[in-house]
């Protein structure tokens, strides 16, 4: 055995992965057990690789791979992926989600359907829209109430959006679009009793 070559002495070539340099190490310190001298001889050796291969890449000899060179991003980009900490709001907004629902698409598209429909209907009917904002009164107060099962809450509601919508409405009348008074105030009681049909809990 060569004592002065490393390489030799732990019985890898000069281009051999660190897994094969750290496999040789392993297989000679299970052979010379209990010789400590020549397990002594081995972990020089390695250590002598060690320092070799440091030098090597000091020096740019050896390609670093990737994810050895940039490890810290590796580290950065697992943390991220696996925080798993929750969003915390202020106060307040927590306040505000308690009264937010989320429901299914169907339950946000088949209101969205009737609202819809009606609102063409007012924009058709133009002077004549009190029937489809009746109807979509009597559809709010329905909305409401299949969701929640409570008919007093469901005709509180439907009143305060009721209120709210024809609030809405002046404003879209205000935005100089062209529409009908009766058209306008009845879109915004239209798309309020939508919201609150669908998403307030």
Request: contains cysteine; proline residues 3%; aromatic residues 8%.
């Amino acid at each position: 055995m060569n004592e002065t070559n490393p390489y030799v002495q732990l019985g890898v070539s000069e281009d051999a992965s660190f897994e094969e340099v750290q496999a040789a190490r392993a297989q000679l310190l299970s052979q010379c057990e209990g010789d400590e001298r020549r397990s002594q001889g081995v972990e020089m050796a390695y250590d002598a690789i060690l320092m070799d291969r440091l030098r090597q890449r000091q020096e740019g000899r050896i390609k670093v791979p990737e994810r050895i060179r940039y490890a810290e991003r590796n580290v950065v980009a697992t943390a991220e992926k696996n925080d798993t900490r929750t969003v915390t709001f202020p106060a307040w907004a927590e306040n505000l989600r308690s009264f937010v629902d989320t429901p299914s698409a169907q339950d946000v598209a088949l209101p969205a359907l009737v609202y819809g429909g009606l609102g063409y209907w007012a924009w058709a009917a133009s002077a004549g829209a009190a029937l489809p904002v009746a109807l979509g009164i009597a559809s709010g107060l329905f909305f409401i109430n299949r969701k929640e099962n409570r008919f007093g809450r469901a005709l509180l509601l439907t009143v305060l959006g009721l209120l709210v919508g024809a609030l809405v409405g002046n404003v879209l009348l205000s935005l100089s679009l062209g529409l009908n008074p009766n058209t306008a105030i009845s879109w915004g009681i239209f798309v309020i009793l939508w919201l609150v049909s669908s998403f307030l809990r």
